[in-house]
Nanobody, 123 residues
Framework: QVQLVESGGGLVQAGGSLRLSCAASGRTFSNYAMGWFRQAPGKEREFVATISIGDSITYYATSVKGRFTISRDNAKNTVYLQMNSLKVEDTAVYYC????????????????WGQGTQVTVSS
């Protein structure tokens, strides 16, 4: 299993930006597809974005497409989530996840998870 640690969450006003980072350790990062998921209070965890091993393939949830960008730096063992034009409804705990092989939008396909970082968007 790869170990994942998220950072970069915080409080931001609507319309603002944040960049989340997820640092990986313990295994060869470049062997893992990476994903971001989020869970708002009282709601189920949901898919946000995912990126393939070679960063050539990305998928986004409809709700964040055009506002969020997932990227990775295999030399730094880190995946990022750039979040622009944030909305109040983006408020959630954001989780980084990893899976060996091809990317997926299915939460159940990811075997390694970080502890999460809180993102709060105020109106």
């Amino acid at each position: 299993q790869v170990q994942l640690v998220e950072s970069g969450g915080g409080l931001v006003q609507a319309g603002g930006s944040l960049r989340l980072s997820c640092a990986a350790s313990g295994r060869t990062f470049s062997n893992y597809a990476m994903g971001w998921f989020r869970q708002a209070p009282g709601k189920e965890r949901e898919f946000v974005a995912t990126i393939s091993i070679g960063d050539s393939i990305t998928y986004y949830a409809t709700s964040v497409k055009g506002r969020f960008t997932i990227s990775r730096d295999n030399a730094k063992n880190t995946v990022y989530l750039q979040m622009n034009s944030l909305k109040v409804e983006d408020t959630a705990v954001y989780y980084c996840a990893a899976r060996m092989g091809s990317t997926s939008t299915d939460m159940a396909a990811f075997g390694s998870w970080g502890q999460g970082t809180q993102v709060t968007v105020s109106s």
